[in-house]
């Protein structure tokens, strides 16, 4: 690909009111995921790989203005003052400050994945639309029927528009466009984007198509946004490594609390801090041994290793993840671990056979975790994991038996140490040949 039509740079449309959302509050502040429209757009370009974020605003621009200011988005600012004309107003205002030849222009009310982003920008040369050969948002359905598209057998675009009868796939409101070919358009006032595409195709100029493979969504009402939130759940929420325990209780307890918590503005890392709170404090509870107290606090472990999943549930639903966040929550995840062996060897009665197997138990826990972080690259994937290891802990605290915890505990996790171990290292051996 030529330098000249690397795209670098991405043209966010978010001048529009929204009166479908029934709100005073302009469209693109508009949270999902406890994330707001404009905010997640932003997170998701960068991730794929634009450089430069240049917002097209309107409808109670300073309000957006100081929201961008508060959350100290990467973006550039432009105001269309005629943004009432119509969508094609906003496109010729943003691409005025962009100074490159091409350009990625983005429906700011849709909800689309980083890796759709770097497929379409991608594309060597000339225009470029994603679409969705399903025939519909894959969630969160519209007030308004979705553009449709018609393609020829190469793939390129022999049409497009609501009203098509015969049609392939549909616009999922991401398009790469050549700057100098929208510049020689005839604009007219009240036009939309989608004339000015179709003015494109008028003009002799292609269109391609890139298929979108991730979930993509047109926003447009609250109805749309709590289907979205849903569908995010289900999709970012479990985790294709989740073992049974994951699957079969904690995401049971953490799924319901994520998708009520979609809706305030909790961060990730308070979530965090919460599960590591109660799992401390179910901790304090079986240390002493009081019968009643241990029953409570281990089911306030089981508690915490469900709440452990409400942090990345959030981060990823709101394309709020980070390394931080990941870092933060690995850490707190080891203190809590310990925390809750050193509790129950305490409820045993602190007997040195106790210390002698939490050690062991402790070890083990540890040993987990430090394989997974080194192999994180790797195929290998351990079978003892944090919520199997906390489930077997509190079963044994709510039983009485914290001693015989320790034992199970302390087996089971450095065999499977080892074998993870010897795994990775296999597994390193053969990377580097």
């Avoid at 978010?14 to 404009?38: E, F, H, W, Y």
């Avoid at 991401?174 to 494109?200: G, H, P």
Wanted: glycine content about 10%.
């Amino acid at each position: 690909m030529g330098r000249d039509n690397v795209v670098r740079v991405a043209l966010v449309l978010a001048a529009g009111r929204g009166l479908r959302m029934r709100s005073d509050q302009p469209k693109a502040l508009r949270r999902v995921g406890g994330t707001s429209l404009l905010e997640r757009s932003v997170r998701v370009l960068r991730r794929a790989g634009i450089e430069r974020v240049v917002v097209v605003l309107g409808y109670r621009a300073d309000d957006v203005i100081a929201a961008i200011k508060v959350r100290d988005l990467p973006v550039e600012v432009v105001v269309n003052h005629d943004w009432e004309s119509g969508t094609a107003s906003s496109v010729l205002t943003g691409l005025s400050v962009i100074g490159d030849r091409r350009c990625l222009v983005v429906l700011g009310d849709h909800v689309f994945e980083a890796d759709d982003v770097r497929r379409l920008i991608q594309t060597p040369t000339g225009n470029v639309v994603a679409v969705d050969r399903s025939g519909q948002p894959a969630v969160a359905r519209s007030s308004t029927p979705p553009n449709r598209v018609r393609l020829l057998e190469d793939g390129s675009v022999a049409g497009l528009g609501p009203d098509l009868d015969e049609y392939d796939a549909v616009d999922a409101g991401m398009a790469v466009v050549d700057v100098q070919d929208l510049l020689l358009v005839n604009y007219r006032r009240r036009e939309s984007w989608l004339e000015l595409q179709q003015q494109l195709l008028a003009h002799g100029c292609e269109l391609q198509s890139r298929e979108v493979q991730g979930l993509w969504a047109d926003v447009d009402t609250p109805e749309s946004v709590r289907a979205l939130e849903r569908s995010m759940w289900r999709r970012y929420g479990p985790k294709p490594t989740d073992g049974v325990v994951a699957r079969v209780l904690n995401r049971r307890i953490s799924g319901p609390l994520t998708r009520l918590l979609l809706r305030t503005r909790l961060a990730p890392d308070v979530a965090t801090a919460v599960a590591f709170a109660v799992t401390i404090a179910a901790a304090g509870l079986v240390a002493t041994g009081d019968s009643l107290l241990m029953i409570i606090g281990g089911l306030g472990i089981v508690l915490g290793s469900a709440l452990d999943g409400v942090d990345g549930e959030l981060a990823r639903i709101g394309a709020k993840a980070s390394r931080r966040g990941a870092a933060l929550d690995t850490l707190l995840d080891r203190y809590a671990d310990l925390a809750v062996v050193l509790a129950l060897v305490l409820a045993t009665g602190a007997t040195l056979t106790a210390w002698v197997w939490g050690f062991a138990a402790a070890v083990g826990c540890l040993l987990i975790s430090y394989v997974h972080a080194v192999g994180r690259d790797t195929d290998v994937r351990l079978l003892f994991r944090r919520e199997f290891r906390l489930l077997i802990f509190a079963v044994a605290a709510i039983a009485g038996f914290p001693l015989w915890g320790l034992i199970a505990v302390a087996i089971a996790a450095n065999a499977d140490a080892v074998r993870g171990v010897v795994l990775l290292l296999r597994a390193l051996r053969n990377t580097s040949l």
